[in-house]
């Protein structure tokens, strides 16, 4: 198993361009999760979802969209990208919150 | 809501000390309790958690953790560090009431030689 695969590793974005951060898991969990990590902050939750087609905002949910079509796979949409989302982000699956968090290896954003 | 407090930041501890990482948490209702460990330039991985059951939780690379209800404490624990040990812990609660788990804003373990 690859486990929890996050694409691309680094990115440097123009201010007001936009991407799509792809996260991928072979575990087959319901559970996935957007988080970004800023030095000294932790991390903080952008969106989660519980399964297939279904979607929620988590604490820092601004500029930024979900889909989750899919078990396996839960893309973060950037629209119009800003400086303030410069930042590491992590996704992370679980067959539920009282299990494991599997986490990616994390994508680095810069916006200039 | 349930939150989650790590009292420090940053921990220097000299190689082969003894150390241990604070974390506070409040919730209303039973919690589930995680312990990561970021190394440089990577994601999170699991140490330990408590769910129920044995207050002293092991983990792996030697940590152990005690749940102190009275105290809403899941402190992280190890008798002799290692230079290896240098990476950020992050301390996690979620109840059974959530879809989500709530990590805390990480402490920096330094080890001195």
């Known amino acids: 198993n690859a486990g929890v695969t996050q694409t691309p590793k680094f990115r440097i974005l123009k201010i007001g361009q936009s991407m799509t951060l792809q996260c991928t898991q072979d575990m087959n969990h319901n559970y996935m999760y957007w988080y970004r990590q800023d030095p000294g902050m932790g991390l903080k939750l952008i969106y989660y979802?519980?399964?297939?087609?279904?979607?929620d905002k988590g604490e820092v949910p601004n500029g930024y969209n979900v889909s989750r079509s899919t078990t396996e796979d839960f893309p973060l949409r950037l629209e119009l990208a800003a400086p303030s989302q410069t930042s590491v982000y992590f996704c992370?699956?679980?067959?539920?919150?009282?299990?494991?968090?599997?986490f990616g290896p994390g994508t680095r954003l810069t916006v200039t | 809501a349930q939150s989650v407090t790590q009292l420090d930041s940053q921990v220097p501890v000299f190689e082969e000390a003894p150390v241990e990482l604070r974390c506070n948490y409040s919730s209303s209702v039973s919690v589930y309790l995680f312990w990561y460990v970021q190394y440089p330039n990577q994601g999170l991985q699991l140490l330990l958690k408590y769910l129920s059951g044995s207050t002293l939780v092991k983990g792996i690379n030697g940590f152990e953790a005690e749940f102190n209800k009275s105290q809403t404490s899941f402190h992280l624990r190890k008798p002799s560090v290692h230079i290896s040990d240098t990476a950020e812990y992050f301390c996690?609660?979620?109840?059974?009431?959530?879809?989500?788990?709530?990590f805390g804003k990480g402490t920096r373990l330094h080890i001195l030689p």
């Open positions: 996690a609660v979620s109840d059974a009431r959530d879809d989500k788990i709530i």
């Open positions: 992370a699956s679980t067959p539920g919150t009282h299990y494991e968090q599997y």
């Open positions: 979802s519980v399964g297939a087609g279904i979607t």
